[in-house]
C-alpha cells in the first residue's frame, strides 16, 4: 500500500506540468530530455537500493547532483 503515495504525487505531478503553462524554447528541449534521463537514472537507482535495502541518502543525493553535472558537461 506504500506505492500509492508516490502514484499519488506522480499524477498530480504531470497535472501541474500540464496546467501551469510553461513553454520550454525549442532549442532546449534536447537539454532537457537529458537532465529528465539523469534524474530519472538517479531515481531508479535510489529504488533499486531500497529494494536492497542499502539505501544512502547521502549516496543518493550526491550521485543525482553527480548524474545532473555529467549529463550537462556531456550536452
Known amino acids: 500500500m506504500w506505492w ?3 502514484l499519488l504525487g506522480l499524477v498530480l505531478g504531470v497535472l501541474a506540468g500540464q496546467y501551469a503553462g510553461i513553454e ?3 532549442e532546449m528541449v534536447k537539454y532537457l530530455s537529458i537532465a529528465i534521463l539523469a534524474a530519472l537514472d ?3 537507482g535510489g529504488v533499486r ?3 536492497e535495502k542499502t539505501f544512502n541518502s547521502v549516496t543518493m543525493l550526491s550521485g543525482f547532483f553527480a548524474n545532473a553535472l555529467l549529463a ?3 550536452a
Open 4 to 6: 500509492v503515495i508516490p
Open 24 to 26: 520550454i524554447p525549442a
Open 42 to 44: 538517479s531515481v531508479f
Open 49 to 51: 537500493s531500497l529494494l
Open 72 to 74: 550537462a558537461l556531456l
